[in-house]
């Protein structure tokens, strides 16, 4: 990956991991929170890295998810540019006034859309859900899409209120199929904005296209 403003700040002069960090490839990168880090990347696999760093009192959250050998597979393409477009769209629609759980349903709706189309949910699920029940998406997206970000990773807000211009939120939407040992969770940084958000993350490389380029650079 290229050294971008998380991975400077980290190893600038004062700057420290703003958490443990999360390297995870394989059937490890559908554990939300796997800290081992001790396994070996195979060919074939994805390699999901949650890194983000802290700097003067400050934190980011960052993930990203690469191919071990430098390109994607057909099918890790397929769920990898899902995530994307859930990351997009979520980013759009986190607006100062609309409350985090209507932000989360709204997130959910995109999610299940990719997950249809993948084949990972079937219509008659999707018919079957019954208002006040979890939804079918929760199966392989099973955690918020995002939350306040600040002096600590999961900073303090008051988050039964609307979101107030200035906020800073992570989006992290994934896609998490353990039956095909595949996880795909990609995470930005924005601020809340009247007119459009701000995106912190966004000349840190994410394209799918962007990534194999760069990794066969690397090689």
């Not at 890295?49 to 960052?62: P, T, W």
Request: one cysteine or more; glycine letters at 8%; hydrophobic letters at 35%.
């Amino acid at each position: 990956m290229p050294r971008g403003p998380s991975f400077v700040l980290a190893c600038s002069p004062g700057g420290q991991f703003a958490y443990n960090p999360i390297i995870a490839s394989g059937k490890n990168s559908c554990v939300l929170h796997y800290v081992e880090n001790n396994q070996v990347c195979r060919d074939g696999d994805v390699l999901l890295m949650d890194v983000g760093a802290g700097y003067a009192n400050y934190n980011s959250d960052l993930t990203r998810t690469i191919p071990v050998n430098g390109k994607f597979s057909p099918r890790q393409r397929q769920v990898y540019d899902a995530v994307l477009r859930v990351l997009r769209g979520a980013s759009k629609a986190a607006k100062p006034g609309k409350l985090p759980k209507d932000w989360q349903k709204e997130a959910e709706a995109l999610m299940q859309e990719e997950l249809l189309q993948l084949g990972l949910l079937k219509p008659s699920e999707v018919k079957k859900q019954k208002p006040g029940e979890p939804s079918v998406v929760k199966k392989y997206f099973m955690h918020g899409v995002g939350h306040p970000l600040g002096l600590d990773v999961h900073d303090v807000a008051h988050t039964t209120e609307p979101i107030q211009q200035g906020w800073v939120l992570t989006v992290e939407p994934a896609i998490y199929v353990p039956e095909e040992d595949v996880a795909v969770r990609l995470e930005n940084n924005i601020i809340v904005r009247e007119g459009g958000n701000v995106d912190l993350m966004e000349s840190i490389p994410i394209e799918a296209d962007e990534i194999e380029a760069l990794m066969r650079r690397r090689k």
